[in-house]
């Protein structure tokens, strides 16, 4: 027998913690080769991690609400169990019953299905569903060996008998429909699920949700794994100002991530902002008629304005750049072959920036494609770190908070951001006469080190006459 601890791994480019969301597994328990065993939120993403090593679950290190650092220990599993069931099985058919709910789980995520281990997304994986870990890439700062080593075999402190490793993986392996279960207080050990060897799927859940069956009593089961308030004392006062303190909110997760960034960019980022009122009416009126004739195969206007948003870049590259640090102690601007369009996304869980990678190459309905995909993902809180890092423009949306604009911070380390504020009818001269249009305000937050006004005074015009006339504009694209 023998305890393998799997140390938790680097979960994107130079990441050296996570949050610690929720525990898909308890001791005890018996785990396959890439099960899902814990949620943990880093770099504005939910990320699920599968085990590397099947088992039975000897310790958890850490509870749910605890920040892991990167190459701590996370679990160890006890694999004595489930090396003395392979060797008394006549004949791997459990085993092949958990591979093909494994399956079904892939299938239900989309995230694709292969033998063995698929689970490289977040930097790791199993190769042929071996037990063992395999490291992308060692985590910035780190200085110890154990930082750079996902798992470690530790002789066994005991030899008595575990529990034999089961032959399905658990009802639900999905974290996305336990907390739908959990936010909506459903047992799910009562519901039969309609997928593969029973899996619950979220299609059950929500019959479930749907027919009442859930409990307005909170249970541990069902109440949330992190709280993000906590009551503070009655006797507790701010002594600043005097007043009472109703509760501590912990800087941390996606808050901490867009802290940090947020706070870099003001401190780094010498910015200037311009911008301008758009009369968008003749860009309303041909996507309306674009939509009379194919009503399920229009682009929308945000894909409309980031393909005039590309042709822009390309005019303008100094805004598609980054200022870098040099090895002498100097800075150098870095220039780009392509663009990564970057979407801010208002989420449940906080501010996202996915990115459309190669942008440049894609068609207004291409754009739109890609625009509605990563807003989804991102609502589920399924981006991969890489979709969150690697953006190098960012366009935003304003106008779906009915607002008119903003003076933005730029997303670090880019050197520029465009602001779409509302569309809304107001009163506009055209030809010496007074109309209602439909008119939109873009504002352009941009690095001063990279440009001055008039390059960005320039991208800024472009994009607003693209917007006053679109057909002279997408005839050239």
């Known amino acids: 027998?023998?305890?393998?601890?799997?140390?938790?791994?680097?979960?994107?480019?130079g990441l050296t913690e996570a949050d610690l969301v929720n525990w898909l597994v308890a001791e005890g328990d018996s785990v396959a080769v890439d099960q899902p065993i814990a949620e943990v939120e880093t770099a504005k993403s939910l990320v699920e991690v599968p085990s590397p090593f099947a088992g039975t679950v000897h310790q958890l290190h850490g509870a749910p609400g605890d920040t892991m650092d990167v190459?701590?220990?996370?679990?160890?599993?006890?694999?004595?169990?489930?090396?003395?069931?392979?060797?008394?099985?006549?004949?791997?058919?459990?085993?092949?019953?958990?591979?093909?709910?494994?399956?079904?789980?892939?299938?239900?995520?989309?995230?694709?299905?292969?033998?063995?281990?698929?689970?490289?997304l977040i930097g790791y994986g199993t190769p042929g569903g071996a037990g063992a870990t395999r490291r992308s890439r060692a985590p910035r700062g780190a200085t110890t060996p154990q930082a750079a080593t996902p798992a470690a075999v530790l002789p066994a402190d005991t030899a008595a008998p575990q529990a034999p490793l089961r032959a399905v993986a658990p009802t639900v392996i999905s974290p996305l429909v336990r907390k739908l279960a959990r936010d909506n207080g459903i047992d799910v050990a009562t519901l039969t699920g309609s997928g593969t060897q029973g899996l619950v799927l979220r299609a059950d859940v929500q019959t479930a949700i749907d027919s009442g069956a859930g409990t307005s009593d909170a249970s541990p089961e069902t109440a949330p794994a992190v709280p993000l308030r906590t009551?503070?004392?009655?006797?507790?006062?701010?002594?600043?100002?005097?007043?009472?303190i109703a509760a501590r909110t912990p800087l941390k997760g996606v808050r901490k991530?867009?802290?940090?960034?947020?706070?870099?960019?003001?401190?780094?980022?010498p910015e200037a902002t311009v911008w301008v009122d758009v009369d968008a009416t003749e860009l309303v009126r041909m996507r309306s008629k674009l939509k009379t004739a194919d009503p399920h195969n229009t682009p929308g206007l945000l894909a409309f304005i980031a393909r005039f948003t590309l042709a822009g870049l390309d005019r303008y590259p100094e805004?598609?750049?980054?200022?870098?640090e040099t090895g002498d102690g100097g800075q150098e601007i870095i220039s780009f072959s392509g663009v990564n369009l970057g979407i801010a996304a208002q989420t449940d869980r906080g501010l996202m920036v996915p990115s459309i990678a190669n942008a440049q190459?894609?068609?207004?309905?291409?754009?739109?494609?890609e625009v509605r995909r990563l807003a989804a993902v991102a609502r589920e809180g399924k981006c991969t770190p890489a979709e969150l890092t690697r953006g190098t423009f960012t366009l935003n949306n304003y106008g779906v908070f009915g607002v008119d604009g903003s003076a933005a911070i730029i997303n670090y380390p880019e050197v520029a951001i465009l602001g779409v504020g509302r569309i809304i009818d107001r009163p506009w001269v055209v030809d010496g006469e007074l109309q209602v249009r439909k008119v939109t305000e873009l504002t352009l937050t941009f690095d001063h080190r990279v440009c001055d006004g008039g390059t960005a005074g320039g991208f800024l015009r472009y994009v607003a006459d693209a917007i006053e006339n679109p057909g002279s504009v997408l005839a050239d694209l």
Do not use: H
Not at 97 to 117: H, P, V
Not at 232 to 239: G, P
Not at 257 to 269: D, H
């Open 1 to 13: 027998m023998a305890i393998k601890v799997f140390l938790l791994p680097d979960l994107g480019e």
């Open 71 to 120: 190459g701590k220990p996370l679990v160890s599993v006890e694999d004595g169990a489930a090396a003395a069931a392979e060797s008394a099985a006549p004949a791997p058919a459990a085993p092949a019953a958990g591979d093909e709910r494994a399956q079904s789980y892939r299938e239900e995520e989309k995230a694709g299905a292969s033998e063995g281990s698929g689970n490289v």
């Open 231 to 244: 009551a503070a004392s009655v006797d507790d006062a701010d002594a600043r100002s005097g007043l009472g």
């Open 257 to 269: 991530s867009i802290a940090q960034a947020m706070s870099t960019s003001r401190r780094e980022i």
């Open 319 to 324: 805004l598609n750049t980054r200022v870098q």
């Open 361 to 369: 190459q894609m068609s207004a309905r291409q754009l739109d494609a």
